[in-house]
């Protein structure tokens, strides 16, 4: 028997609380993801750029620091300088927006570390693991000269970015500074 011209009802909303829940906690998850992120502002303040003094250990010491402080900045930077070399390669351009979903779950959007097989994975191996795994398939697409091009572009936008920006006035927690203290990174989960 059939109602014609009856509006069907459900019993289900469209938007059950497990849904709203769910995106409450993606907002405060991308809220969280992206607090790790440095102000732009302060990555790019004029008054903070000047060649390192002191020569090649003072350099190192330089840019170690700044990489430990920005990496998330940096992270963003190297993905959108690879995300508009693949603009005239549409089906890399589809892959490196799947990646990006899978870099929104597993590095940006986590809000507690990243658990396999019983185990934890450090942020550093996620972030190497992701990055791998990006430029991997997306060579598989065809786009070779593109991505290496990227690449090679974004790391000298890092390097320089980090050897030229003092570290000053820069203040890291706790964490971040023993680890820089002992010579070694600080990746706290986002």
């Known amino acids: 028997m059939t109602n014609y011209g009856a509006i ?3 019993s289900h909303p469209a938007l059950t609380s497990a849904n709203l829940e769910y995106i409450s906690r993606a907002k405060q998850r991308l809220k969280s993801g992206f607090a790790a ?3 732009w502002k ?7 750029f000047g060649l390192p003094h002191g020569g090649f250990f003072a350099t190192i010491s330089r840019m170690k620091t700044n990489l430990a402080y920005f990496r998330m900045n940096y ?13 005239y390669h549409p089906t890399s351009l589809i892959v490196f927006v799947a990646l990006m979903a899978i870099w929104l779950f597993l590095y940006f959007l986590r809000d507690e570390p990243l658990s396999v097989i019983g185990r934890q994975v450090d942020d550093r191996t996620v972030l190497i693991c992701l990055s791998v795994l990006t430029v991997v398939l997306l060579l598989l697409t065809h786009a070779t000269m593109n991505i290496v091009g990227a690449l090679v572009i974004g790391a ?3 390097v320089v970015h980090s ?8 203040f890291m927690d706790e964490e971040e500074a023993r680890g820089e203290a002992s010579g070694l990174t600080s990746y706290p989960s986002s």
């Open 42 to 48: 302060l990555m790019f303040d004029l008054h903070s």
């Open 163 to 170: 050897v030229v920006r003092r570290t000053e006035d820069l």
């Open 37 to 39: 992120r440095r102000p």
């Open 8 to 10: 069907p009802t459900s």
């Open 75 to 87: 992270a963003i930077i190297v993905l959108i300088i690879l995300f508009l070399s693949l603009l």
């Open 156 to 158: 000298v936008v890092i």
